[in-house]
């Protein structure tokens, strides 16, 4: 048998990547189920379907709220049964705290453009009546969210492609063996003897817990593990006996301070819980099903809360239920797109039913037009890094984002259950000096440091102060240290944050002039920073180039996605052996000496002549630092004059004492990555992942000058055909009137009570003595001198459009 695609797995997700392939024009999409097509083994017949349409993460609510217009328009499966019950969902909070975290989510809507309504206790009751207002401060309504039958809707949307004629559905047909040959797929074999072998040049991996056995059969890492949830049905309820004919007429309710959601089935509830230890199931003991016994033990708990806050429970029962299990991975989001060790093989799994539809389309666009797009950077395949597929590091981060789920996460926090797994080699300097350390890229790296408390004294009345939530993984200190590197010099650890890729041959050259829109033809010892740019136009990063020799060159970037990037990187590079690119991240240790006495601190352990004549900025030099050999760049991510020191990982601790000792005759201060992000938006410096986006187009970010009129590079069309047609957004500085302003990315911009646009990212500039945000708003109100608001937790704080940066706008301090 031939096809193009074989999809593995008939659930909603599978389901819908063939659904939209087919709707795409793709012929040849054979999918394929180890079990039952209405009703099969996986999460999708057991899923209680609510179908969520605004989350705190934007990447999750744009998937949601797409899906919810797909599910909106689709036939019914079954004639006179409805599959999506548009009855909203309603979110409860039992904690001031928890109704203050709906606010926030409430803002995200408005700048994601879906509603949300804050309702009272007894508002919250005028929609499901069982709630004891008493118990509760509040709660809050999705009204486009609603409750799916999640079978249905995949059986109405392979119906449809089925009608089309491009795809066809076979069920009893295990898929045993993926094959492939030199790293490419060819096709599948199965269970059915009938079909026992597909030829394919594309297979499409969908079967979510089971996916990390066939994928590990061809050596690609599925860092996902197979997690039990639990759900129970009630007897009948006395108080919903008036509603006993109808399927649903309540919201789907979330009480997110007992771990728990329930849902309506006419006169009896379905309640789900996650109010009891993580139940995980090694992938290679499942057995045919995702639903396991249920454990009664585990639900006492979650009863009795659901008891306390809806006493008409008090005389019903538990009539039976079930452990169903749904997939965990190892940091929470999807693992979607083409893996770079097997070529054809693509994966969507982890995705779970609120936005299959979405995934479905955004795979099926990667598939055709080879972008997804989509920011698909939280989700892509290839973002882990090799001990993310550690069996001992999977199971304790799958346990962890099982529990934390229904926690009430800063933006500023690092989730990890995970610490002191990777360990710079002057770690032990670090903690004796105070450090407060976070994992960034695995590594171990200062947030701030303990020690340089007596900093806050010296700089009182120049850091407002934060309480409560706000202060969150804040500390006076952070504003301490950032003034510290503009009055003196600071010592940063840089490792975790960037590091190398070297590229070389006799055709890197090349290659980096079509990777990047820069013009990287610049002499020896040059530097250079520049964009890479996706197919379509938009910004997959930025990056700095170092040019070593004639035909060796570093590419400086970040560390915490780099193996994404590496596989995006070598998927562009040239057949024939020309390039060669190396990742030596790990070989290297690397340091920011920061701030305008950063020469007066290198000069004293180098011979090297770093006179801004022969050493100017924007360029690198190789030079000794008391023993160790080194790469210094001249570079800055805060704006001072200094360099980023690159090391073997070696010499790592020689370099750290080498240059701490020499730091101390001018009062060196070690600063955490905390102030650098602070640092880094006085001076307007981007950030990628806020500023810089797949979903931003470099004239939008104003990045503009990146791009080089001379020659061709990725994208490039795409990204002046968008400016030529009109830009939606353009990125400008807020700088607010009150010092106690506060935001972190994604809150509402608005003129009047019009949202207009949503910030990318925002810090308080201690040296400017204001708080600062980046905010992507449309163009008629991006003119400097623009009065905005930005609303965030229910507070509005007004700000005025300047032109940026507000730090040092002609380079003087970066140049001396």
């Known amino acids: 048998m031939q096809a193009d695609t074989v999809v593995i797995g008939a659930g909603v997700v599978g389901t819908s990547v063939a659904f939209h392939l087919a709707d795409s024009g793709v012929d040849g999409v054979v999918v394929l189920d180890k079990g039952d097509l209405d009703h099969n083994d996986g999460s999708t017949s057991h899923a209680p379907g609510g179908l969520r349409t605004l989350t705190i993460s934007p990447f999750f609510t744009k998937l949601g709220a797409a899906s919810r217009r797909v599910y909106d328009a689709l036939p019914l499966a079954v004639d006179g049964e409805e599959q999506f019950f548009r009855t909203g969902l309603m979110q409860v909070a039992s904690t001031q705290e928890r109704l203050e975290s709906y606010l926030r989510i409430q803002e995200r809507g408005m700048a994601l453009g879906e509603a949300a309504e804050l309702l009272t206790p007894d508002e919250v009751c005028g929609h499901v009546p069982l709630i004891d207002p008493a118990t509760i401060v509040g709660g809050m309504l999705v009204p486009s969210a609603g409750t799916v039958n999640t079978s249905r809707i995949a059986t109405a949307m392979r119906r449809v492609a089925e009608a089309t004629g491009r795809a066809r559905w076979y069920r009893d047909t295990e898929v045993t063996e993926i094959l492939a040959e030199s790293a490419r797929v060819t096709g599948v074999l199965t269970g059915n003897p009938e079909m026992p ?26 860092p996902l593990f197979p997690g039990e949830h639990q759900f129970a049905f ?3 309820i006395a108080a919903l006996a008036d509603r006993m004919h109808v399927e649903n007429t309540m919201p789907i309710v979330a009480m997110d301070d007992i771990s728990v959601y329930f849902r309506q089935y006419h006169d009896h509830l379905g309640i789900g819980s996650y109010h009891h230890p993580a139940r995980l199931v090694e992938p290679s003991d499942l057995g045919e099903s995702s639903e396991r016994p249920f454990t009664p033990d585990d639900f006492a708990e979650a009863w009795r809360l659901m008891q306390y806050h809806m006493p008409s429970l008090a005389g019903a029962t538990i009539s039976r239920g079930f452990n169903g299990m749904f997939a965990f991975t190892a940091d929470h989001y999807p693992i979607m797109g083409e893996s770079a060790l097997v070529a054809g093989l693509w994966t969507a799994v982890g995705a779970w039913l609120s936005f299959a539809s979405e995934v479905g389309r955004v795979m099926a666009r990667w598939m055709t037009e080879g972008d997804p797009g989509f920011d698909v950077t939280p989700a892509d395949v290839n973002r882990f890094h090799a001990h993310q597929s550690n069996h001992t590091f ?3 981060q799958s346990k962890y984002f099982y529990e934390i789920g229904f926690d009430i996460l800063h933006p500023n926090q690092v989730a990890s259950d995970v610490r002191n797994l990777r360990l710079s080699p002057y770690h032990a300097r670090l903690e004796a000096l105070g450090a407060e350390l976070v994992p960034l890229a695995g590594i171990e790296t200062p947030w701030l440091y303990r020690g340089n408390e007596p900093l806050v004294a010296r700089y009182e009345g120049r850091i407002p102060p934060r309480s409560g939530y706000d202060a969150t993984a804040w500390s006076p200190l952070i504003g301490a240290e950032h003034l510290a590197i503009r009055d003196n010099v600071g010592l940063v650890d840089w490792s975790a944050a960037i590091g190398p890729v070297e590229v070389s041959g006799p055709g890197a050259l090349g290659y980096l002039q079509y990777l990047c829109t820069n013009d990287v033809d610049r002499p020896v010892g040059s530097m250079v920073y520049t964009l890479v740019l996706t197919p379509r136009g938009t910004v997959r990063r930025d990056v700095t180039i170092t040019r070593l020799s004639e035909d060796r060159f570093w590419l400086l970037t970040g560390r915490s996605n780099l193996p994404a990037e590496l596989a995006y990187y070598r998927s562009l590079a040239p057949p024939d052996g020309s390039v060669t690119i190396v990742d030596r991240t790990e070989e290297h240790v690397a340091v920011g000496l920061w701030g305008p006495r950063a020469r007066q601190v290198l000069e004293r352990v180098t011979t090297a002549d770093l006179d801004s004549d022969a050493f100017p900025w924007y360029s690198a030099r ?11 760049m001249r570079i800055s991510y805060v704006g001072e004059l200094g360099w980023e020191i690159y090391a073997p990982v070696g010499f790592g601790l020689h370099l750290w004492d080498t240059l701490w000792e020499a730091g101390r005759h001018v009062d060196m201060t070690p600063v955490g990555i905390a102030s650098v992000f602070s640092l880094r938006i006085e001076k307007g410096y981007r950030l990628t992942g806020s500023d810089l986006t797949p979903e931003i187009n470099p004239f939008e970010a104003g990045m503009g000058w990146t791009l080089a009129p001379d020659k061709d590079f990725v994208g490039r069309q795409a990204a002046i055909d968008a400016r030529q047609a009109g830009l939606a957004s353009q990125l400008v500085t807020l700088r607010f009137d009150e010092p ?25 500039g201690y040296t400017v003595g204001a708080f600062i945000a980046h905010a992507f708003v449309g163009p008629s109100h991006a003119e400097p001198g623009t009065r905005l608001t930005v609303q965030y937790t229910g507070r509005r704080f007004a700000g005025t459009v300047v032109a940026g940066p507000l730090y040092d706008p002609g380079n003087e301090r970066l140049k001396v």
């Open 622 to 632: 190789p030079i000794g630092v008391g023993m160790a050999p080194a790469i210094a």
């Open 197 to 222: 072998r597909i030829e394919c040049e594309r297979v499409v991996l969908c079967s979510n817990i089971w996916a990390p056995i066939l994928a590990g059969k061809l050596g690609v890492p599925m």
């Open 740 to 764: 106690e302003a506060l935001m972190y990315g994604w809150e509402p911009v608005l003129d009047d009570d019009e949202v207009v646009g949503r910030v990318a990212g925002g810090e308080y």
């Open 234 to 236: 009630t007897d009948s």
């Open 394 to 396: 999977l199971s304790r």
